[in-house]
């Protein structure tokens, strides 16, 4: 805005300068033919050689003729000069008969004829008596005198100022019209420019806080990872190894039942932790939803947790398309619910299905455990139990809803609607 203001005041200075320049042109342009109109038709008829040849009857009546007819408010003085530089005449009787250097404009007039103007120079001693009139214009034309029929220098003194000139008087006038304009469009920009600041802070705060959630889910998800090898995994290739050094070392002694027992519990506990990294690897990575579809990626999820002897029921509806996006928000619900479910609620069973809903998919993930009670909820989040609450606001964002329902001794549901 301040560039903007900037701008805009740049723009009025050049178009109140063209403006004024614009006026002046008129108003040199309109003193001009006034001049040619006042020279030819007014002062000519009357311009004898008597008239110029000194006081007597014929110089006043051009006198006369001058100060009634044009000498007004906006002209000041009337000067007829000779090619010599010589005033014949001139309002001002006192510069009559005097002689001063014409300019070679002036003398240009003379020889080519037309009408010319330019801004007096009052500091010339033939200016001195207009001195006290402010800014003047001085425009001249050649005139002829009968019946010589010899060319003179006519010269009038137009006022240039704002309030005199007609040109400038527009340019006053119009002036404050123009920069009140440019105001107001300037003005016009500020809601946009406010607008348009408050969306760029708006989406700049909603990546970071993008940024900071992928950062949090980055951070639990290395925490479970590590959990769960070290809870699940490790312990069981742990216990393994004890088993299988333990029957090595009986090797000699041991009977070939406890040998081949001592080897079959061995080969179980590999089973079992090769099963627990392939759940884990799901998790992870899960299988492609393009290539296997929701129901078959769910049905992975869910006998990924049939070792911890969890019986996972998994129902989608038939021809259930939605799209990308929304089946991998499906499948990320489902996930987190059952992780909860084998982590917390000591259920036996557990059941995901996903049906059409208002334009969208609703997945109802629901278990028969132990349940919890809002207490409980808050307990957890403070313990850094945070997943389904950045699984809500990521639902949210995407133009869904998440909703947790759940009660001591009666088990959770999970409600997660995700547009198609």
């Known amino acids: 805005m301040a560039t903007s203001l900037v701008a805009m005041l740049v723009l009025a200075l050049a178009a109140v300068y063209v403006q004024r320049r614009l006026g002046e042109e008129a108003a040199v342009k309109g003193a001009r033919e006034n001049a040619a ?20 009857a014929d110089q006043t009546r051009l006198d006369q003729i001058v100060r009634t007819r044009v000498l007004s408010k906006d002209i000041v003085r009337v000067k007829i000069w000779d090619p010599t530089g010589r005033i014949l005449y001139s309002d001002e009787r006192r510069l009559i008969s005097g002689e001063y250097e014409l300019d070679s404009d002036d003398t240009a007039v003379l020889r080519t004829g037309g009408t010319d103007a330019s801004i007096s120079d009052l500091s010339k001693p033939e200016n001195r008596f207009e001195r006290g009139n402010g800014r003047l214009l001085e425009v001249y034309l050649p005139v002829v005198v009968r019946p010589s029929g010899k060319t003179v220098l006519f010269e009038l003194y137009h006022r240039f100022d704002e309030g005199s000139v007609s040109g400038l008087r527009l340019w006053r006038a119009s002036a404050p019209m123009l920069l009140g304009a440019i105001a107001l469009v300037w003005l016009l920009q500020v809601p946009l420019a406010w607008s348009m600041a408050r969306r760029l802070r708006a989406g700049h705060e909603e990546r970071e806080r993008l940024l900071r959630r992928a950062v949090e889910s980055s951070n639990i998800e290395r925490r479970r990872i590590a959990s769960d090898l070290h809870d699940g995994v490790v312990p069981q290739l742990a216990g393994t190894a004890y088993l299988l050094g333990a029957a090595r070392q009986r090797l000699a002694t041991a009977s070939p039942a406890d040998t081949e027992r001592a080897i079959g519990d061995g080969t179980n506990g590999i089973r079992e932790a090769i099963q627990q990294l392939r759940s884990l690897i799901i998790e992870i990575h899960p299988p492609s939803l393009e290539q296997v579809g929701l129901e078959g990626a769910l049905q992975e999820l869910a006998a990924g947790v049939a070792t911890v ?28 619910a059952l992780r909860n479910v084998v982590a917390h609620a000591r259920a036996a069973r557990a059941s995901l299905v996903v049906t059409s809903d208002d334009g969208g998919a609703l997945l109802v993930a629901s278990d028969d455990g132990v349940g919890f009670s809002p207490e409980d909820a808050v307990r957890r989040r403070q313990e850094g139990h945070v997943g389904l609450g950045l699984l809500k606001e990521l639902v949210k964002d995407a133009g869904g809803a998440l909703d947790v329902e759940s009660q001591p001794g009666v088990g959770t549901t999970v409600r997660m609607w995700v547009p198609a």
């Open 309 to 336: 002897g969890l019986d996972v029921d998994v129902q989608v509806e038939p021809e259930l398309v939605l799209g990308p996006a929304a089946d991998r928000l499906l499948y990320r619900g489902a996930q987190e």
């Open 37 to 56: 109109l006042i020279g030819h038709g007014i002062v000519e008829p009357v311009l004898t050689d008597h008239s110029l040849a000194g006081p007597g």
